[in-house]
């Protein structure tokens, strides 16, 4: 096993107001994405109607989905208890998370945090608003899909993988 020398400690974390603003950009850039999708802007026009397509790449689509649960669609079914469990749950997970961000141990763990924070927080602005959140960012290939999403998701898929990175590291 490699010991780590003085010059590979692992940067301070980042300042909760550094933290903050990250997470504050990353809801606002998923916000405005939904925005462009919803309400149209640009060469979106007058926006999409639900589960309208529109191909962007070869393996890229964009479509509008109302996602009322979680994941997936998971829990889906609960109604309006179901909704404001959601918006209860995310309030917390916001909070324990901007509170794991102040007391971080190194910058990774304090981005990873910061993108989890946006990410709930970009799909909780959704459930506010809309009753839903807003999915449409399609991905394919070969005939096979894979579920519809938007950039909360990616936010919170990459502080996922840096948390396990950092977990793996310091083993």
């Keep these: 096993m490699?010991?780590?020398?003085?010059?590979?400690?692992?940067?301070?974390?980042?300042?909760?107001?550094?933290g903050l603003g990250l997470t504050l950009l990353l809801a606002a850039l998923d916000q405005l994405s939904k925005i462009a999708i919803v309400y149209g802007v640009g060469d979106f026009g007058a926006g999409f109607a639900t589960h309208e397509t529109r191909h962007i790449l070869p393996f890229l689509d964009f479509t509008l989905i109302?996602?009322?649960?979680?994941?997936?669609?998971?829990?889906?079914?609960?109604?309006?208890?179901?909704?404001?469990?959601?918006?209860?749950?995310?309030v917390v997970a916001i909070g324990v998370f901007i509170y794991l961000m102040r007391v971080a141990e190194n910058a990774r763990l304090s981005l990873a945090y910061a993108c989890i924070a946006g990410?709930?927080?970009?799909?909780?602005?959704?459930?506010l608003w809309h009753g839903a959140v807003v999915d449409f960012i399609s991905l394919h290939a070969a005939g096979y899909y894979w579920y519809v999403f938007n950039l909360a998701d990616i936010w919170i898929t990459f502080a996922v993988i840096i948390l396990i990175y950092d977990a793996l590291r310091d083993r």
């Design 66 to 90: 109302w996602n009322y649960g979680i994941s997936y669609g998971l829990f889906a079914e609960g109604g309006d208890g179901g909704r404001y469990a959601l918006i209860i749950l995310s």
């Design 119 to 127: 990410g709930a927080l970009g799909n909780l602005i959704d459930r």
């Design 2 to 18: 490699r010991r780590r020398s003085q010059n590979m400690m692992p940067a301070k974390a980042l300042s909760l107001r550094t």
